[in-house]
């Protein structure tokens, strides 16, 4: 029953990521476009977009190598496994054991690396521009990332999101506030990841300022799209993250019934929703920064992270 | 020493007649005299080699006396003369350090010399004791004055100098084997032939023997 | 005759044969023979029983000294075979170079078997001489020059060690039997009954006469030029034998003076003036144009590598200051061996004039090259081997040491490296090149390169088993 | 076993002995295949011992050699660790010495004597042997690297690799010195206290850190590297480097034993810190390739180092599991770097061979002209950049687990340490990602830059058969890192302690019991899952084959005709894909500067941006240290200017001190 149980609510979780991808940015542009008083497109929107790109034939530089075919799929396949591994609704999936941050961020660089060779693979100035950007803010993302893990991995013994999110679930930590310091790196980081507002900005094309877009000008049709997905799941991912290590409430162990199963996803929705919104709110209420300026923000997450961890070697026992 | 205070006595005083003369060369202004007083040193050298050859009973110290004699007092100041009135040297001597300096370390030396030897040799006998400490005097006097001289043959008569306190400090001391004082006397002849070569070498080159000059020629230069 | 006499006479009938010599081929073939039939000699000394014989001793100290001696003195030889005719010597001063260099051999010989102070001295005095006249074989002005400085400040220094001497004998007399009193092994037997205040005296004056003979800085002053003027084979055996013997005189004065215990210990004076010779040294080598110089100057440097390892004392000590002598004169004669073709290659010594060897006598250039990493430390040749055991000696009894030998190893290595390539890499300078070097040079140059790789990491027994004994005999 | 291996030593020397026949057919035609084939066989034999050594139990006792130094004899020991880096350099020799088979014959006489001293280096068993191989080692790579010593620039590199290898001789032999014995066993049996082992360690840190490029020692490396021939480049950086890290840790893990302070790991892991930073950003700026691959060198040495300083924190500390962690992590990033690193230097020594230049600014758009290479150098980046699931992210997760596991160390100030540390660590990981997409980005994608690079071909079958060895390896250690920790466990315990327990479950690698795991098999398989079941419904969806066009570029204009490889302004340039961070970090930490230079209006010129940057911590200590030596020069010269009555005074002046010194004694 238990191996069962695990093995059903990975399965479904994946595709609920899936799903969940195209749905989370459609939810997240109409709540934007109804902030700013717009009707805005509906939620549903990036499937259609999908799925026309799908149906055109793809484009391709004439210099453009193997590497151009090849790396939307690599990247959306790590982008994938990525997100099999962070836990959902439930808990104790069969992929628990494997849930390792470090290696969801290697997975998350290894998407991150086929995505700029992809940028560079035709040669043009944008995708080089994009991809030298991308690794660069990498750079001061990574360690942010990392140094908030500390954190966890002091308060659970573990870089195991499986079971940072047991530890953090029955609130025998109470409330700390290194952890809310570590929280507020992470959302940097996740900002910086997802080449959001102040980062980048995701709805703007052939601006100086942008990273993400800058390395898919020469990708077309279902590489495109593939692109796009890619980027929607690992935006759903890092909610999913975030949702995880900080809300692990209401989660059904994966041995228990359905019935469970469905509390759980009604509670996952319910939160993936809340942190749709809240991401909504602030990129409406904040402006995109100049991009010299994100090592800085970035900067400050790491240090908000540092200060996180110095703060839990005084306080803790552990000390 | 089984005899009175005379023996004592007099090799004091001729130990302390070369050293007198050792100032004395520091002292002299002319080439000329400066070889006159290098042979009064050897006759004197001559005569403590002598008397400490009858004070201890050792012949082969009339040989040194002798070899001395002949060579310090009469060959190497002859075979200097010539080399003067060969060369034509200027009469005076172009020192680096005034004379009155040069005196004043002299002393400073001897005091020195007299330091070192006198307390250390409590365990030797009187006699030998007095020597050192004036064939020291001596001995340093004569790098003195190698180093407040410029001119190539003042140098070697300070080597000279310098080696008379040598051989003076091989007489005062009973039971030196007979190769030593045969062996200096051998190489100061050699020293003298082979400072000749160069000196008349240096003088056909350089038409001149003041070292000074020479330094410009060193191979590499500054 | 014992044939310690042999070895010494050999050589001086040899001078007395070349003085009538006129045709310079027959003559430098004679010189040859001579200095190959004396390394005979010194070979069968290895059979030849140790101990006292008259005058002379032979002890595991001086053996392998002799050994190398004559081993340089028949190299030399045979590089001078096809390297004197390019030095531009009239038959005069070629003949005088003839007999001046048998003339020196066997005062070497004799000054290394002496036993009796007083003629170790006059040997080293008669080599000396003999070395006047080779390096100022030239006449130039330059060579008076050196000549000069290095008759005067050795003659200084010869008297002073005389003075030495015989303020040792008047140590040792009230406690000596008539007759022996220059002995060595009878002074170090009764040393321990001297008045240690004599002795101190003596060793001050032995120690300053004979280390200005060994180069030690301050006394250094007329080696530098002494080895750069004059044909080359008298820069191979300058740096080769003669500084030998000198510190083989020091080395004795120290083994008789370091036997009384009151005493001022004589290794710690050796220690300073080793140190400040490879301080001083080692700096000077970084202004050097003048490639002859420069390895005159690295001289220095060994000779006061050598001497810091005596001041070390202990077994290990003086095996390090041993090997550091032999390995020394290998290296460094075979590198003047090399300067010396590449010389007459370009008609110059200036290091600017003389690059881009390997491209341009590549079997000479590669030789030379190795030749300088061997005389810089540089494995696996003999060097490295002792100054790794004098280092690590020196960090562990002395570790303070470890700062004025490490400074300036640092700084000699990195001026060689500079010098090796500047001589050895690169394109050479435009200008006269003659033909590539014969064999005359690259012989020598390799077999004194594989003796020093032997002596450095593949010693035989027996060899060993005499310098471990040679280092308990320099006490 | 031993014997075996000295044998190999003896081979390697005789190989060196052949190659040094100057003579006719021989050294036109067969010195060259014989002397590289037998050092790829010799090395292949090493490498098969050292594994088999390592699979099934190592050779007990110590090897005396008939030979040896005038004072005693010289011995040679396998122990884990040696056995281990043993293992590293005959895989990375073997590829080397392949990959040079393709190539034109040099350096034949140094070449093996450069894999002997390494030998004789890692299996001495005494301070002299390994201090002789070590200078060996770097004698005979300072004749390969000045084997183009035409060039001054050459030249200049090997003056200062042989004075930063003199410097590492100089510094090691008199911590040898201060560890008393001679021969290791003793040594262990007494090891160093108080001011002698800090003076050991202090002298250890600066002589292997000299030739492992340490920053701020590590001003030498970025010039050698690229100055040698690229087999030996791989060889130097891939294993030469590995060298120095083995006396590193033999020396101040090992031999000073397990009771030294904890405090020692602190300079270690600084030292780590800093050089993988600065190592790591200026890869992102160098502009020729192997220069750039050179300073990603120092930061994997920065990293190893870091691991080992971590361990004698733990160790000290009683955390035998996370000691053995970060040796683990410490020993596997060894091999791991030490292969990817040779692979990465092979392709571009096959680059430079095909495409005529080694500046980034002239290659371009090689996967097409060599797809063979192509494929092996994006194994190596990828390892480079520490991506799942090659080797180089196994032995990084190892390293950053055993930094998370920092806090544990219990006194704050190491935490803290430790948490910076891990911040610096994986900055470093993102920087040398950041500068491997560069490298393979500018040199393989894109378009060509230059007409050679045009016209460059594929790699010959030697090159891609010294490329494939590597490659393979890679691959193989990051799906199975347990395995190869399962082999570095005798090393592991070497390290730190006979009780200690490599960090493995299965097949996979944990961070110890209760704490996470790294599975790459799993990981590899999802991939290959996802891959599979993705390009099967996104095939399904959209069956159309892609259509050819020419580039949009953003809207770019077409370039006129006459520019065969396309605009090259429209391209990325090394400068451009440097400037994010040559101005984020660059500024800080490497004094990096930029200079646009606008012509004034009406002005056909075009504008010009000038960008450089000084490797300040690189310069800190050399110049200053010339400067000094050469006032000191300056003082010795007014010692030898002196006139001969001068030096005549000096000396008497010497006498009569020295008689003044002893009547001052006599009076006391």
């Keep these: 029953m238990l191996v069962l149980g695990a093995v059903l609510t990975q399965a479904l979780h994946v595709t609920l990521m899936l799903a969940a991808a195209p749905l989370v940015v459609g939810v997240i542009r109409w709540l934007k476009a109804r902030m700013q008083g717009r009707r805005g497109a509906s939620p549903l929107q990036p499937f259609r977009d999908l799925a026309k790109l799908c149906a055109k034939r793809p484009l391709l530089a004439e210099n453009a190598s193997l590497v151009s075919e090849a790396a939307p799929y690599l990247a959306l396949a790590a982008t994938l496994v990525a997100a099999a591994l962070v836990p959902g609704f439930a808990h104790g999936m069969a992929f628990a054991p494997a849930a390792d941050l470090v290696l969801v961020a290697g997975l998350l660089a290894l998407a991150r690396m086929a995505l700029a060779l992809a940028g560079m693979d035709a040669g043009t100035a944008f995708g080089g521009l994009g991809a030298a950007r991308e690794m660069s803010f990498a750079v001061f993302a990574e360690p942010a990332l990392l140094v908030s893990a500390l954190s966890f991995a002091i308060l659970a013994g573990s870089t195991n999101l499986d079971q940072i999110g047991a530890v953090f679930r029955d609130g025998a930590l109470g409330l700390r506030v290194s952890l809310g310091l570590a929280a507020v790196a992470m959302v940097a980081v996740a900002l910086a990841e997802n080449a959001r507002i102040p980062v980048d900005n995701p709805a703007t094309h052939l601006e100086l300022t942008m990273v993400h877009e800058a390395m898919l000008l020469e990708a077309s049709g279902r590489h495109l799209a593939l692109w796009e997905l890619q980027a929607a799941l690992k935006l759903t991912l890092w909610l999913a993250l975030v949702a995880a290590i900080f809300l692990p409430f209401g989660t059904a162990p994966a041995g228990s019934g359905p019935f469970a199963w469905l509390t759980g996803l009604l509670a996952w929705g319910a939160k993936m929703g809340g942190l749709c919104l809240a991401l909504a709110v602030f990129e409406g209420a904040i402006a995109k920064m100049r991009v010299f300026r994100v090592p800085e923000f970035l900067g400050a997450a790491l240090l908000l992270a540092l200060l996180a961890a110095a703060l839990l070697f005084v306080s803790t026992g552990f000390a | ?222 | 005759m014992p044939l310690p006499w042999l070895l010494v006479l050999l050589p001086w009938a040899g001078a007395a044969v070349l003085a009538f010599l006129p045709r310079e081929r027959v003559a430098a073939l004679t010189n040859c023979g001579i200095s190959a039939l004396s390394f005979l000699l010194a070979l069968a000394l290895l059979a030849a029983p140790q101990g006292v014989t008259g005058w002379t001793r032979l002890d595991a100290l001086n053996l392998p000294l002799l050994l190398l001696a004559f081993l340089i003195g028949l190299t030399t030889a045979i590089y001078s075979l096809g390297a004197i005719a390019a030095e531009g010597l009239d038959p005069r001063r070629l003949r005088a170079f003839h007999v001046a260099f048998q003339l020196f051999m066997g005062a070497q010989a004799l000054a290394l078997l002496a036993d009796n102070l007083g003629v170790m001295w006059v040997a080293i005095e008669v080599a000396t001489l003999a070395s006047v006249l080779m390096v100022g074989l030239h006449g130039t002005p330059a060579a008076i020059e050196a000549a000069w400085k290095f008759f005067i400040l050795c003659g200084v220094g010869i008297a002073l060690a005389l003075l030495g001497t015989i303020i040792l004998h008047l140590a040792a007399q009230p406690v000596i039997g008539a007759g022996e009193g220059l002995s060595w092994a009878a002074l170090r037997a009764v040393a321990a009954r001297c008045d240690p205040g004599v002795l101190n005296l003596a060793f001050v004056f032995l120690l300053v006469g004979y280390g200005t003979k060994a180069g030690l800085v301050p006394l250094h002053s007329w080696l530098p030029d002494a080895e750069a003027e004059g044909p080359v084979a008298i820069s191979a055996v300058l740096s080769g034998l003669l500084l030998n013997a000198a510190m083989l005189a020091v080395l004795r004065a120290k083994a008789i003076v370091g036997a009384h215990p009151e005493t001022v210990p004589p290794g710690a004076l050796l220690l300073a003036f080793g140190l400040a010779s490879v301080l001083v040294a080692a700096f000077a080598l970084w202004r050097r144009r003048d490639a002859r110089r420069f390895f005159a100057w690295s001289s220095i440097l060994h000779m006061g590598l050598a001497a810091t390892g005596f001041g070390l004392g202990g077994a290990a000590g003086n095996l390090a200051g041993l090997l550091h002598m032999l390995g020394h004169s290998l290296a460094k004669s075979a590198v003047f061996f090399g300067i010396g073709a590449a010389v007459r290659l370009r008609g110059s010594q200036r290091i600017a004039d003389l690059g881009g060897l390997c491209i341009a006598a590549p079997a000479l250039g590669w030789a030379l090259a190795i030749g300088i990493a061997a005389v810089a430390g540089l494995p696996p040749f003999a060097l490295f081997a002792s100054e790794y055991l004098l280092v690590t000696e020196a960090a562990a009894r002395h570790p303070w040491a470890i700062l004025p030998l490490g400074l300036g190893l640092l700084a000699a290595v990195a001026a060689k490296v500079r010098v090796l390539q500047a001589l050895c890499l690169g394109d050479p300078p435009t200008g006269p090149a003659a033909g590539p070097a014969d064999w005359t040079s690259l012989g020598p140059i390799w077999a004194h390169l594989v003796l020093a790789l032997l002596l450095g990491v593949a010693l035989p027994g027996p060899l060993r088993a005499l310098l471990g004994e040679a280092a308990g005999v320099a006490g | 076993m031993l014997t075996a291996i000295a044998l190999g030593l003896a081979l390697l020397g005789l190989l060196a002995l052949a190659a040094l026949v100057p003579t006719g057919r021989w050294a036109g035609h067969w010195a060259g295949p014989v002397v590289l084939g037998g050092s790829a066989l010799v090395s292949a034999g090493i490498a098969l011992l050292a594994g088999g050594a390592l699979a099934f139990g190592l050779p007990e006792g110590v090897l005396a050699l008939p030979f040896g130094p005038a004072w005693g004899g010289m011995r040679l020991a396998l122990d884990g660790l040696s056995a281990w880096f043993l293992l590293l350099l005959g895989l990375t020799g073997m590829a080397a010495s392949l990959f040079a088979l393709g190539g034109p014959a040099r350096g034949l006489v140094a070449w093996p004597l450069f894999l002997g001293g390494m030998v004789l280096a890692v299996l001495a068993a005494d301070g002299f042997t390994l201090i002789l191989g070590f200078e060996l080692m770097s004698l005979a790579s300072w004749v390969l690297v000045a084997l183009d010593h035409r060039e001054a620039g050459n030249r200049e590199a090997a003056r200062l690799y042989l004075v930063f290898a003199a410097l590492a001789g100089i510094c090691l032999v008199p911590a040898f010195g201060l560890l008393g014995a001679l021969d290791f066993a003793a040594i262990r049996a007494a090891p160093p206290e108080g001011w002698r082992a800090i003076a050991v360690l202090a002298l250890g840190l600066v002589g292997a850190g000299a030739k492992a490029g340490l920053v701020p020692l590590h001003l030498w490396l970025p010039l050698a590297h690229p100055a040698a021939p690229s087999p030996v480049s791989a060889l130097m950086s891939g294993a030469m480097t590995k060298v120095a890290l083995y006396v590193l840790a033999r020396l101040l893990l090992d031999l000073c034993g397990p009771l030294q302070p904890g405090w020692w790991g602190v300079p270690l892991l600084a030292a780590g810190a800093a050089s993988a930073l600065l190592g790591a950003l200026r890869a992102n700026l160098e502009e020729d390739a192997k220069a750039a691959l050179a300073c990603s060198t120092i930061e994997n040495v920065g990293l190893v180092t870091m691991a080992l300083g971590l361990a004698l924190l733990f160790r000290a500390a009683d955390l035998g599991p996370m000691a053995a962690l970060a040796a683990g992590a410490a020993l596997l990033h060894a091999m791991a770097h030490g292969l990817f690193k040779t692979l990465l230097f092979l392709v571009a020594g096959a680059v430079q061979h095909a495409a005529g230049s080694r500046r980034l600014d002239r290659l371009g758009g090689l996967i097409h002209a060599m797809p063979r290479t192509a494929v092996a150098a994006l194994v190596g980046i990828g390892a480079a950049a520490a991506l799942p699931p090659l080797s180089g992210f196994a032995s990084e997760w190892l390293l950053l687990q055993a930094l998370l596991g920092g806090w544990r160390l219990g006194e704050i100030g190491l935490q803290v340490a430790a948490a910076a540390a891990l911040a610096l660590a994986a900055m470093a990981a993102a920087l040398a990602a950041a500068a491997m997409l560069r490298l393979f980005g500018l040199a393989f994608l894109g378009r060509p830059r230059s007409p050679r690079g045009a016209g460059a071909r594929e790699a010959n079958r030697f090159e891609l058969a010294g490329m494939a060895v590597p490659a393979v390896l890679t691959l193989l250690i990051g799906l199975f890192p347990g395995l190869a920790l399962a082999l570095a466990a005798p090393g592991i315990r070497v390290l730190v302690g006979p009780a200690a327990m490599p960090p493995v479950v299965g097949l996979a690698i944990g961070a110890g019991e209760g704490h996470s795991a790294y599975a790459p098999l799993v990981v590899i398989l999802l991939l290959g899952l996802a891959l599979a079941l993705l390009w099967l419904a996104v095939r399904r969806r959209s069956p159309a084959t892609a259509e050819r066009g020419p580039a949009w570029n953003g809207g770019f204009i077409d370039p006129p005709p006459e520019f065969v490889f396309g605009d090259p302004l429209s391209q990325p340039s090394a400068a451009g894909m440097a400037q994010p961070l040559r101005r984020m970090l660059g500024g800080t930490l490497l004094a990096a500067r930029e200079a646009v230079t606008m012509p004034p209006p009406a002005d056909p010129r075009p504008a010009r941006l000038a960008s450089g940057f000084e490797d300040r911590a690189a310069l800190a200590l050399p110049v200053p240290a010339a400067r000094l030596g050469d006032a000191i020069a300056g003082q010795v010269e007014r010692l030898r200017g002196l006139t001969l009555r001068g030096s005549l005074s000096l000396g008497f002046a010497t006498l009569v001190g020295l008689l003044a010194l002893l009547a001052w004694l006599e009076r006391r």
């Design chain 2, 1 to 222: 020493m089984g005899f009175g205070q005379l023996p004592y006595d007099v090799a004091h005083l001729l130990g302390g007649g070369m050293l007198l003369l050792s100032f004395m060369l520091l002292y002299q202004r002319r080439v000329a005299a400066v070889v006159s007083v290098l042979a009064a040193q050897g006759a004197v050298l001559a005569l403590a080699a002598a008397w400490q050859g009858w004070v201890q009973g050792a012949p082969q110290l009339y040989l040194t006396a002798l070899v001395a004699a002949v060579a310090k007092a009469g060959f190497i100041p002859l075979a200097l003369h010539w080399m003067i009135r060969r060369l034509a040297l200027a009469r005076g001597v172009d020192a680096a350090l005034g004379i009155g300096p040069s005196l004043i370390a002299g002393v400073a030396l001897v005091a020195l010399a007299v330091a070192v030897a006198l307390p250390i040799t409590t365990g030797a006998q009187a006699l030998a004791r007095e020597d050192l400490a004036i064939a020291l005097s001596v001995v340093l006097l004569g790098m003195l004055m190698m180093i407040t001289r410029r001119n190539a043959i003042l140098q070697v008569v300070g080597l000279m100098s310098l080696e008379n306190g040598l051989v003076l400090a091989a007489i005062g001391v009973a039971g030196m084997p007979l190769v030593v004082e045969l062996s200096t006397a051998a190489l100061v002849m050699l020293v003298l032939v082979v400072a000749g070569v160069f000196v008349f070498q240096m003088r056909e080159r350089l038409d001149s023997l003041d070292i000074a000059l020479l330094h410009p020629h060193r191979g590499e230069g500054e």
